[in-house]
């Protein structure tokens, strides 16, 4: 899970928000269809990109996802900004433009619109297919592994067996043991198939919460069984750290682990652990003389260059595949040591009160489920403001005003825009509450409070009025109105409790349909 914004995703909402202020700016025509059909319309398409930019930014999303996406929108605008251009300059005798000239041709400024939309969608068509070859690579990959396992492993112990099977028992009195031992290699072996065969294409079950440090002392032991004069230097891991793993997470260091011992200079390699809130890193490191580069790409992406060698970077490869269907990452770094560094997701402690939903958050990026639901709390929230505020004398409607109209359909639209955006925002702020706390209707109701009060006192009391002053529309600076202030404190509320209620009752019936 990432813990950082993607800022890709503020390139595309700042690209939306621009795009609908300029159309609703020369879109103000008098005959109502035209003013839906040139000015509504594009408007919602333009704040929904916004929206959907804002959810790009805080989503726990592939970041290469996002920069393609991103790529693709602004070539999409760039594009289609060009050729308005040129219509406009085309347009006029001496070929200048001018605000006069654009007014006059409105419907243009809405293919700007089209085009960013477009970009998006064929940025997001070009992320999933190379998500796809990505999967279709991970399947060879397995492929690979699992030609490796048969005949590095089965073809030699049926040799070995063979070999003892046709002497005399009495001059080798311990061959029946050779053959029971690899016997149970090839059973080992089987099952070992049968796993990556099982789990290809992710129809194995998910990874499930794992003691990290029972696996990992367990992997220690292994190796000092394997290799007595060993001695694996590890810093004392800490208590209660699970995570998102599978029962072969020991065979993950146990790999490493022994290619370190097999590959280093004084056979002493060095196991490390860090930790954030979201995250476990198992860095191990030795003296060798380098991981080679073909083996670091393999580590790092799964390519393998040596399809016939099943020697090399076959216990990698098992390395690279289970990291990857835990869906963490693997880095190297290669100076005068060799250090792998496993990066896992980290599963919520064991022991903590939780509700018993699939609301988990880590870092600040949530997963996808979140934030639909978090939109749909958002329009409920958004409503009950407007309830409040026309109780109290003020009306939505006018916010409208704020993107160069009036028009009561305009400002509806646009204070959903709103409401959806801090919601948005709303879920990555509540990801930053400790997780012992994280997950109870409570919390959420609380930090909705906090965050509608913020939202009061910078956005309503602050950066509103300087928006009307930027529109002459005379107005003090801050502005403090206790109205505003009951209805925000009304949406943070609503907008918390219908966040709790989502991720309670709706998550475990959306949360697959949408990942």
């Not at 595309?12 to 700016?25: I, K, Q, S």
């Not at 896992?344 to 939780?354: F, M, T």
């Not at 505003?484 to 009752?505: D, E, R």
């Amino acid at each position: 899970m990432g813990k950082h914004l993607n800022y890709g995703g503020l390139v595309v909402a700042g690209l939306g928000f621009f795009l609908t202020r300029f159309t609703v700016t020369l879109a103000l025509y008098d005959d109502t269809v035209q003013f839906y059909l040139a000015g509504v319309v594009p408007l919602a398409l333009g704040l929904g990109l916004a929206a959907f930019g804002v959810a790009l930014a805080v989503a726990d999303v592939d970041g290469a996802m996002v920069r393609t996406t991103t790529i693709w929108a602004v070539i999409g605008f760039a594009t289609m900004a060009v050729l308005v251009g040129l219509t406009l300059a085309g347009s006029t005798a001496d070929g200048r433009l001018s605000v006069e000239v654009a007014r006059t041709r409105t419907y243009l400024s809405n293919f700007l619109i089209g085009g960013s939309i477009g970009g998006t969608l064929t940025g997001l068509y070009a992320a999933r297919n190379r998500r796809q070859r990505g999967v279709l690579r991970e399947q060879t990959n397995r492929l690979v592994t699992i030609n490796r396992l048969l005949r590095h492993e089965v073809l030699n112990a049926v040799s070995v067996i063979r070999g003892y099977a046709s002497v005399d028992p009495e001059e080798h009195p311990n061959g029946m043991s050779v053959i029971d031992k690899r016997a149970a290699d090839i059973q080992q072996t089987i099952e070992e198939v049968r796993y990556f065969t099982n789990s290809s294409g992710g129809n194995g079950p998910g990874p499930t919460p794992r003691d990290l440090g029972a696996d990992l002392h367990e992997s220690i032991a292994t190796i000092g069984e394997r290799y007595p004069d060993v001695d694996v230097s590890v810093e004392s891991v800490p208590d209660d750290v699970t995570v998102f793993a599978n029962e072969r997470l020991g065979l993950v260091f146990t790999n490493l682990l022994e290619n370190a011992v097999v590959h280093g200079e004084d056979r002493t390699p060095a196991v490390t652990v860090e930790t954030t809130p979201a995250t476990v890193a198992v860095s191990i490191t030795d003296d060798g003389s380098g991981l080679p580069e073909s083996q670091r790409a393999l580590l790092e992406t799964g390519d393998i260059d040596e399809f016939d060698n099943p020697k090399v970077g076959f216990g990698l490869n098992v390395v690279r595949l289970l990291v990857t269907s835990y869906g963490g990452n693997i880095d190297t770094a290669v100076d005068d040591s060799t250090t792998v560094t496993v990066t896992l997701s980290r599963a919520q402690p064991q022991g903590v009160e939780v509700r018993p939903s699939r609301s988990d958050l880590a870092g600040v990026r949530p997963a996808a489920p979140h934030l639909v639901v978090a939109c749909a709390a958002a329009l409920v929230a958004g409503v009950a403001y407007s309830v409040v505020s026309g109780f109290l004398g003020g009306s939505v409607a006018g916010i409208g005003v704020f993107y160069g109209t009036a028009d009561p359909v305009v400002g509806w639209l646009t204070h959903e825009f709103h409401s959806v955006v801090f919601g948005f925002t709303y879920v990555g702020v509540l990801s930053l509450v400790l997780e012992r706390y994280r997950n109870t209707t409570a919390t959420y109701a609380v930090v909705g409070v906090v965050w509608g009060l913020l939202v009061w006192a910078v956005a309503a009391s602050v950066v509103a009025p300087v928006w009307l002053q930027l529109l002459g529309i005379p107005t003090s600076v801050p502005n403090f109105s206790l109205p505003l202030l009951a209805s925000h404190l009304v949406w943070g509320v609503t907008l918390g409790l219908g966040t709790a209620l989502g991720y309670t009752y709706v998550m475990p019936r959306l949360g697959e349909s949408v990942e």
